[in-house]
């Protein structure tokens, strides 16, 4: 039997890192949480507890984003579990840097899977399933602006996100449903951090006028706000999370 909650939100790629950030914000919003993952069943787990334990509401769901039957199968959990979906973001993705002379197709392929296609998949899941007044959030990247060497692919499919973001907010207007994007700057996550040595990290350090790299709490609150009432004017905007980087 569902049970129907003021708001429901989808979280893909919430078991870690920003996701597992604005799972835990959401749900101290009072917005009961999908909390979506791929592999890390433990991880996952661990939020959904962490949520009931302060009086909140979520399920874990396993689902690759980057295959076809994931959103619909997400959309499907939530709605069983909670009565229906308002607030869908996609954060979920993956990032492989490369020079694009030696991208393979493989790497290309998979790129273009996860952070174009997953979300494209979210987008029109949303569109057909969110209730009015819903939210659509995606996740992009301040690397869309700073055109570093490396990140060329990446940094493409994270454009077509906030391309498609500022199209379908057009399209979804008419029912109150507003489409955003957060593109984060560099945020202290297993992902970033991985295979970047104490010199990398303090040249990326050093790129912030703050002087410190973004935690996954900064761009929680950030989603917070856009999942929120107070930002129902706010509609097909880029917003760069980044400390002043770019």
Same mark, same amino acid.
């Given at each position: 039997?569902?049970?129907?909650?003021?708001?429901?939100?989808?979280?893909? %790629? &919430?078991?870690?890192?920003?996701?597992?950030?604005?799972?835990?914000?959401?749900?101290?919003?009072?917005?009961?949480?999908?909390?979506?993952?791929?592999? &890390?069943?433990?991880?996952?787990?661990?939020?959904?507890?962490?949520?009931? &334990?302060?009086?909140?509401?979520?399920?874990?769901?396993?689902?690759?984003?980057?295959?076809?039957?994931?959103? #619909?199968?997400?959309?499907?959990? &939530?709605?069983?579990?909670?009565?229906?979906?308002?607030?869908?973001?996609?954060?979920?993705?993956?990032?492989?840097? *490369?020079?694009?002379?030696?991208?393979?197709?493989?790497? !290309?392929?998979?790129?273009?899977?996860?952070?174009?296609?997953?979300? !494209?998949?979210?987008?029109?899941?949303?569109?057909?399933?969110?209730?009015?007044? %819903?939210?659509?959030?995606?996740?992009? *990247? *301040?690397?869309?602006?700073?055109?570093?060497?490396?990140?060329?692919?990446?940094?493409?499919?994270?454009?077509?996100?906030?391309?498609?973001?500022?199209?379908?907010?057009?399209?979804? %207007?008419?029912?109150?449903?507003?489409?955003?994007?957060?593109?984060?700057? #560099?945020?202290?996550?297993?992902?970033?951090?991985?295979?970047? *040595?104490?010199?990398?990290?303090?040249?990326?350090?050093?790129?912030?006028?703050?002087?410190?790299?973004?935690?996954?709490?900064?761009?929680? %609150?950030?989603?917070?706000?856009?999942?929120?009432?107070?930002?129902?004017?706010?509609?097909?905007?880029?917003?760069?999370?980044?400390?002043?980087?770019?």
């Amino acid at each position: 039997m569902s049970r129907d909650f003021k708001k429901v939100a989808i979280v893909t %790629g &919430a078991s870690k890192g920003i996701g597992a950030a604005m799972a835990l914000r959401l749900a101290r919003d009072g917005i009961a949480v999908v909390v979506n993952y791929v592999r &890390a069943a433990e991880a996952a787990d661990q939020i959904v507890s962490a949520i009931e &334990a302060e009086g909140g509401a979520a399920i874990s769901v396993q689902a690759d984003i980057s295959t076809p039957e994931a959103m #619909p199968a997400l959309f499907g959990a &939530a709605a069983q579990a909670f009565g229906g979906v308002d607030i869908l973001i996609n954060n979920a993705g993956m990032m492989t840097l *490369s020079p694009i002379a030696q991208c393979d197709d493989a790497m !290309f392929d998979a790129l273009v899977a996860a952070n174009f296609g997953g979300v !494209f998949r979210g987008m029109r899941e949303g569109a057909r399933r969110l209730r009015d007044g %819903g939210r659509i959030i995606s996740v992009s *990247s *301040s690397v869309v602006g700073l055109y570093q060497p490396g990140y060329g692919i990446y940094a493409a499919t994270k454009a077509a996100v906030e391309a498609m973001t500022h199209v379908l907010a057009k399209e979804l %207007g008419s029912r109150r449903i507003t489409v955003n994007v957060i593109a984060p700057g #560099p945020v202290e996550t297993e992902l970033f951090m991985t295979g970047k *040595s104490e010199a990398q990290v303090a040249a990326i350090t050093a790129m912030s006028p703050l002087g410190r790299i973004g935690q996954p709490d900064d761009i929680a %609150g950030l989603a917070a706000f856009l999942a929120g009432p107070d930002s129902a004017w706010i509609n097909g905007q880029v917003i760069r999370a980044n400390g002043g980087v770019i």
